[in-house]
Each structure stands twice: as C-alpha cells, then as structure tokens.
C-alpha cells in the first residue's frame, strides 16, 4: 500500500464529517484511514457519476430509485454490523471487529437477488403490511429505513437526526 | 471486453479479476496479486461503458450468480469476494 497516496481536500473534510456523525450516533468508521478515504472519494466519485452515493462495492445501476437501498448508509449496514462486524464496504465497522474478532474481508452479500442489477423486477424494501392501529393515530409515524429511527409528525424529517440519511429514505411505518 | 493486463513474475495460473474501481475489497485482491509479482488480467467493471457493462456483468453472474466484486477466476476455479485465504491456497502462495 502506498503511504505517499494524496487525498484531495474534499476526500478528507468528507471523511471528518462521516466520523464525526458516525461517532455521534453510535457508529465507528473503519480505522482503517487509507482503506476508508478511498471509499469515500469512490462515494464522492459515484455523486459525481449518478448523483448519488451508491455503495462503492456495489455496481450501480444508475437510476435513484433503483439504487436507493444502497445509496451509503444503505438499507443493510446495520444488519451486517451486527453479524459480521462491518457493512458490505467495511466503510462502518463495529468495536469487536476493529479488536480483530471478526474476520476481516469480503462478507455475503445481502442485498436481495432481485433487486440486483439487471435482475431488478420490483422497488427495494416494499413497506410491510401492519395490523391496524387501534386507535386512530393523531399524526403519522415515519420509519428511516436505513437505521430505524421513529418519528410521529406530519412529514418525515429532511434528515435523519441519527444516520442523517435523507428524506426520501423514510417510509410511512404507522 | 478490454482487459487490463498485468505482468508479473508469478505466471504460474491464468489469473481474471472482474473488479470495481471504487471498492476497497476489490483494490487489496489487486494488491494482493501485486505484492506476490502474481501475471493477471483485470476489467472495472463500473468504468465499462453501456454495452460492454451488460456484456461484462453477464459474464461475472455467469462465474458468480450473485454478480459481486471482486470475482476472481483462478484457472477453473471462481472466488466471490476478497477471501485471502482462499487466493492464496489456489495461487500456492
């Protein structure tokens, strides 16, 4: 690995950004530093392509609602965290991976088949159907897909307060 | 297809490497291969064009049903992902 890689400026004022939040809401960012600056001038690179920042590890398809389940954060970092002590790019990783408890490399892929490109047939992560409330609700509750965070108001929040996720990443939950 | 190729010492197995440019997995399977002089072709797959991005990723399910990066071909033998130990038992590093 080369130590003499030069970042640009926006690679790491985007990098310090990414670990301050991510620190904020409990997550860790891969200490990696080298291994985690090209991921984020891939991001970087993938806004500039599609316009969004789809996961680097995965090949975008290039329409937004097609790629919004692995736009970073995507729909699956909490669930790999949590079992394989990083998300698909290793960009989020958890302490117990970090300490060298969870092998490091390539982990399975979780992101459903059909959603894949070119096997792409429906829109990603279709709300689950829910019992009616028993109670009609005084405002609606939006879910954010990406980290779960609930909140009761009229429209969902223009970022999520927790993983700052996007607006249109919440769904209507209740 | 327009492969990358690239030469090394270590020409012992016919070494195909379908990859991403931005992936960090897919950049140390490179770095692997290249710290052990290991002779490889490589395409990334995101810089390929319309076409030959369906034709090239067509290929990659074909090896790989998933259709992730890196897929590695190690004369008949097909890696999904960075695994390190498995391309280095199949290279005999």
């Known amino acids: 690995m080369s130590t003499e890689e030069r970042f640009s400026d926006e690679v ?44 680097p ?23 790999d965290v949590e079992e ?12 117990e991976w970090i300490a060298g408890r969870k092998k490091h490399g390539s982990i399975p892929e979780r992101r459903p088949a059909k959603f894949m490109r070119d096997g792409f047939s429906e829109t990603p992560a279709p709300p689950q159907s829910l ?32 993983c700052k996720a996007g607006k249109d990443r919440f769904e209507r939950f209740m | 297809m327009k492969f990358t190729h690239v030469p090394g010492r270590n020409a012992k197995h016919r070494v195909t490497l379908y990859a991403l440019s931005t992936c960090g997995w897919c950049r140390k399977t490179k770095e692997l291969l290249d710290s052990n002089q290991v002779q490889y072709e490589y395409i990334d797959v995101d810089q390929c064009q319309a076409e030959e991005r369906t034709e090239v990723s067509s290929k990659v399910r074909e090896l790989n049903p998933r259709g992730s990066f890196p897929t590695i071909r190690i004369d008949g033998e097909v890696v999904a992902g960075y695994d390190e130990d498995r391309i280095r038992e199949l290279l005999e590093l």
């Open chain 1, 57 to 79: 590890c995965r090949l975008a398809f290039g329409e937004k609602d097609k790629d919004v389940d692995v736009i970073c954060p995507c729909y699956y970092r909490d669930s």
């Open chain 1, 12 to 55: 790491i004022k985007t990098y310090e950004r990414l670990k301050k939040e991510a620190e904020e809401g409990g997550y860790r960012l891969n200490p990696d530093k080298t291994f985690t600056l090209r991921l984020i001038q891939g991001l970087l690179e993938n806004e500039n392509r599609y316009g969004y920042w789809c996961c």
């Open chain 1, 131 to 162: 019992a009616p409330s028993p109670q009609p609700l005084s405002l609606p509750v939006w879910r954010c897909k990406v980290c779960g965070y609930l909140c009761a108001r009229p429209e969902p929040p223009g970022k999520c307060p927790v």
């Open chain 1, 84 to 95: 394989f002590g990083a998300c698909y790019c290793a960009l989020y990783v958890s302490d």
